[in-house]
């Protein structure tokens, strides 16, 4: 308890601290996101903030894997801490890319694409579910192997992207960001599996700090990078928490059941995302053009205010959350 908090507490000063800096950075090198009819925001606001929390937060475990080998303690498993360094930073970097250079969404796709087969490479391999119907699937390696790349690949794509797609209000996707990862937290409690939220508490206290600039009216935007770390890092553990460890971490053969638990709880993000994406396609735009039909988008046109939008969705969040929890004891997941 007493390492949660001394973290937590860290996380959230360098934060402020890298925040500080950043916007300073930005002011002098006009880095701004500029407002079209699409956006909420009809005045320039700085758009890279989020590299405050990347930073605040890799520097943080780094702290921890230091103090880890130091004392010769064992917290992370090797291979997590090469998927959540090598993930984090890959694809923070391809949303920064966007945010200062404005590169177009299937380049972005392909890299992201390219960077969850490495992962998957790696060694994070979520399996089809054992069902007879599905058996065929198992019938052969090499069939197996290549499902469970194409799971694996579209379930990172598709947190990253739908986190990415909530970040359309002041504090939105950071706020809801807690709240997925404090599920997570006391969902690894039930589990046992204290180290892992090693993992979760730094991030909460990176987000919290954030949330201070970021909510309504917000001073900085985390930009796309720091949407898809964020998405990353939520598609990994949102994955690896519903799994008891029993003082082993599995990766490369991930239960699917523990899909079913990270559904429920990104149930706002991923049903937004999906809506709009058969809303687009139904009227033969692009799955990837910009418009103002997301879910946050209308429940303004309802006529709520920006925060108490925002605070509309945090509610349904929660909701979701509770209903994981409620629901995770039931599939037994080993």
Same mark, same amino acid.
């Given at each position: 308890?007493?390492?949660n908090?001394?973290?937590?507490?860290?996380?959230i000063l360098?934060?402020?601290?890298?925040?500080?800096?950043?916007?300073?950075?930005?002011?002098?090198?006009?880095i701004?996101?500029?407002?079209?009819?699409?956006?909420?925001?009809?005045?320039?606001? &700085?758009r890279?903030?989020?590299?405050?929390?990347?930073?605040?937060?890799?520097?943080?475990?780094?702290?921890?894997?230091y103090?880890?080998?130091?004392n010769?303690?064992?917290?992370?498993?090797?291979?997590l801490?090469?998927?959540?360094?090598?993930?984090?930073?890959?694809?923070? @970097?391809?949303?920064?890319?966007?945010?200062?250079?404005?590169?177009?969404?299937?380049?972005?796709?392909?890299?992201?694409? @390219?960077?969850?087969?490495?992962?998957?490479k790696?060694?994070?391999?979520?399996?089809?579910?054992?069902?007879?119907?599905?058996?065929?699937?198992? /019938?052969?390696?090499?069939?197996?192997?290549?499902?469970?790349?194409?799971i694996?690949?579209?379930?990172?794509? /598709?947190?990253?992207?739908?986190?990415?797609?909530?970040?359309?209000?002041?504090?939105?996707?950071?706020?809801?960001?807690?709240?997925?990862?404090?599920?997570?937290?006391? @969902?690894?409690?039930?589990?046992?599996?204290?180290?892992?939220?090693?993992?979760?508490?730094?991030?909460?206290?990176?987000?919290?700090?954030?949330?201070?600039?970021?909510f309504?009216?917000?001073?900085?935007?985390?930009?796309?990078g720091?949407?898809?770390?964020?998405?990353?890092?939520?598609? =990994?553990?949102? =994955?690896?928490s519903?799994?008891?460890?029993?003082?082993?971490?599995?990766?490369d053969?991930?239960?699917?059941?523990?899909?079913?638990?990270a &559904?429920?709880?990104?149930?706002?993000?991923?049903?937004?995302?999906?809506?709009?994406?058969?809303?687009? @396609?139904?009227?033969?735009?692009?799955?990837?053009?910009?418009?103002?039909?997301?879910?946050?988008?209308?429940?303004?046109?309802?006529?709520?205010?920006?925060?108490?939008?925002?605070i509309?969705?945090?509610?349904?969040?929660?909701?979701?959350?509770?209903?994981?929890?409620k629901?995770?004891?039931?599939?037994?997941?080993?």
């Amino acid at each position: 308890m007493i390492i949660n908090i001394s973290y937590f507490l860290l996380s959230i000063l360098l934060t402020i601290f890298v925040l500080q800096k950043v916007i300073n950075f930005a002011h002098k090198n006009s880095i701004f996101d500029n407002p079209d009819k699409r956006k909420q925001k009809k005045m320039k606001m &700085i758009r890279i903030g989020g590299i405050s929390f990347v930073f605040a937060y890799l520097f943080t475990i780094l702290i921890l894997i230091y103090y880890e080998f130091h004392n010769n303690m064992v917290y992370f498993d090797k291979d997590l801490m090469k998927i959540i360094f090598l993930g984090s930073i890959g694809y923070f @970097i391809i949303g920064l890319s966007d945010d200062l250079f404005n590169v177009s969404s299937n380049k972005r796709l392909f890299f992201q694409t @390219i960077l969850a087969l490495l992962v998957w490479k790696i060694g994070f391999r979520i399996y089809p579910p054992e069902l007879g119907i599905l058996s065929f699937l198992s /019938s052969s390696e090499i069939i197996l192997k290549l499902t469970s790349l194409f799971i694996t690949c579209f379930w990172i794509l /598709s947190v990253v992207n739908s986190i990415n797609w909530l970040d359309g209000l002041d504090g939105l996707a950071a706020g809801c960001a807690i709240i997925f990862l404090f599920t997570l937290f006391l @969902i690894n409690l039930t589990n046992y599996n204290y180290q892992l939220n090693l993992l979760i508490v730094p991030f909460v206290g990176c987000l919290a700090a954030f949330l201070k600039y970021n909510f309504y009216p917000s001073k900085v935007l985390m930009g796309d990078g720091g949407s898809y770390f964020i998405g990353f890092n939520m598609s =990994i553990l949102s =994955i690896i928490s519903p799994i008891p460890m029993n003082g082993n971490l599995v990766l490369d053969k991930i239960d699917f059941r523990s899909l079913f638990v990270a &559904i429920i709880i990104f149930a706002i993000p991923l049903f937004d995302m999906l809506k709009v994406i058969i809303y687009r @396609i139904y009227k033969r735009n692009s799955p990837f053009l910009p418009d103002r039909n997301h879910l946050h988008h209308q429940i303004l046109n309802l006529g709520l205010s920006e925060t108490q939008a925002v605070i509309f969705i945090y509610f349904f969040s929660v909701l979701f959350g509770q209903l994981a929890l409620k629901l995770y004891p039931r599939l037994s997941i080993n």
